[in-house]
């Protein structure tokens, strides 16, 4: 079995009760085998000679009250192969606790916090407790916790990282009703499974997310009126309006915008009604329509 090096951070965000886990590795799509979260249950980040049992049956027990410390104990004291294993979690209370097998290649060790914990192996020292740094300073602060999890990748990347080097990196982060159409947890899942600068990929895909997914701040909307003219050529440009420039915002232009933002996918944050718009939805087309 290939060892999967890695360093990793599960973490509990209480405003917002989330949970998440974010990861990068020089090991093909680590995320899909360290990374685990299930909302009101905790979060799992099992690697180096990763039991992936840990994950599922990690949640299962948090689920059912155990503490993270309690469930990596039971997981641990079960497995012969303990040595060789890493694995940290956070509960569903938001208490966090970390393995780190004998057997697991230098460097390897973690770094347990309040609400987290970084664990890894195969790294250049100082990589974990620099993720460690970094998270408690940002956390609470600008963003959300998937933000603050890429941070403290990206803190750890700068100390060191995966002494192999860099291929894959992801987050997830689940809460209750947070998923795509709010009949699941999924609120966030993003991976790069291949690329020479993952953790960089991955904060530009977590920005992506914001745009498409985040909540429409109402001190940043701007009246339709007010750009109905540049609203009309750049919809020229799109191919979806061949009308005059009036400044009018009339139903043939909603309808072209209408088509346009669901294209683009940007309907979450404008939904064809209504005489505002999300401003980030006029910037992201200036952006891309402007010639």
């Not at 000679?49 to 503490?67: H, I, P, R, T």
């Not at 294993?85 to 606790?97: E, F, I, N, P, S």
């Not at 963003?143 to 999890?149: P, S």
Request: some cysteine.
């Amino acid at each position: 079995m290939q060892p999967i090096a890695t360093f990793s951070i599960v973490a509990y965000d209480p405003a917002r009760k989330e949970w998440g886990v974010a990861v990068q590795s020089k090991f093909l799509a680590a995320a899909a085998v360290v990374s685990w979260a299930r909302a009101g249950a905790g979060a799992v980040a099992t690697q180096s000679y990763a039991n992936l049992a840990y994950g599922f049956e990690g949640l299962d027990l948090m689920a059912q009250g155990m503490s993270a410390a309690e469930a990596i104990a039971a997981l641990t004291a079960a497995d012969e192969q303990r040595a060789q294993r890493q694995v940290g979690m956070v509960d569903k209370a938001g208490r966090a606790a970390s393995f780190t097998g004998e057997a697991c290649h230098d460097w390897a060790g973690h770094v347990v916090g309040e609400g987290f914990a970084c664990q890894g192996n195969i790294l250049v020292p100082g990589t974990v407790e620099a993720m460690a740094e970094r998270f408690e300073a940002v956390r609470g602060g600008a963003g959300e916790l998937a933000d603050w999890l890429v941070e403290a990748l990206a803190a750890g990347q700068a100390a060191g990282g995966d002494r192999r080097g860099r291929q894959a990196a992801g987050v997830i982060v689940v809460r209750e009703g947070g998923g795509y159409g709010g009949n699941n947890d999924r609120y966030l899942d993003l991976r790069v499974d291949d690329d020479p600068q993952p953790i960089r990929r991955l904060k530009e895909l977590v920005g992506m997310h914001h745009l498409y997914f985040g909540a429409v701040d109402p001190e940043n909307v701007i009246p339709l009126a007010d750009v109905a003219a540049e609203l009309q050529e750049i919809l020229r440009r799109a191919g979806q309006y061949d009308g005059p420039t009036t400044g009018d915002f009339d139903e043939a232009t909603r309808a072209a915008l209408r088509a346009l933002v669901g294209m683009e996918n940007l309907e979450e944050r404008w939904s064809g009604d209504g005489d505002v718009i999300d401003g980030l939805v006029v910037e992201y087309l200036r952006g891309r329509f402007t010639a």
